[in-house]
Nanobody, 123 residues
């Protein structure tokens, strides 16, 4: 059974930083691209970043480009998201998601979403 456990969220002031982690089990982590999503209250879930299986290609949504850094440790089956210069609009629940294959262009798997990790940025 596929399991994704997100962690690292918290309350931070504007301009602060947080580092999120997503630990994955039940699938061949080294073979799949991984993405982060976020969902703010009353809004749809939003894709924010993807990293391919090797870490050689990383894509970001414009809303986080230049502030967030995505990385992965295939030996630990863990995905990371370093978030700097946080803004109030970054307040959301953050989730990770696996793709079917190693490229960010691959469709997403249909596993259940994890519990997410809450990020709250206070002004």
């Amino acid at each position: 059974q596929v399991q994704m456990v997100e962690s690292g969220g918290g309350l931070v002031q504007v301009g602060g930083s947080l580092s999120l982690s997503c630990t994955v089990s039940g699938l061949p982590f080294v073979s799949v691209a991984m993405s982060w999503f976020r969902q703010a209250p009353g809004k749809e879930r939003e894709w924010i970043a993807c990293i391919d299986k090797s870490g050689g290609t990383i894509d970001y949504a414009d809303s986080v480009k230049g502030r967030f850094t995505l990385s992965r440790d295939n030996a630990k089956s863990t995905l990371y998201l370093q978030m700097n210069n946080l803004k109030p609009e970054d307040t959301a629940m953050y989730y990770c998601r696996a793709h079917l294959y190693g490229s960010c262009s691959a469709p997403f798997r249909t596993d259940n979403w994890g519990q997410g990790t809450q990020v709250t940025v206070s002004s």
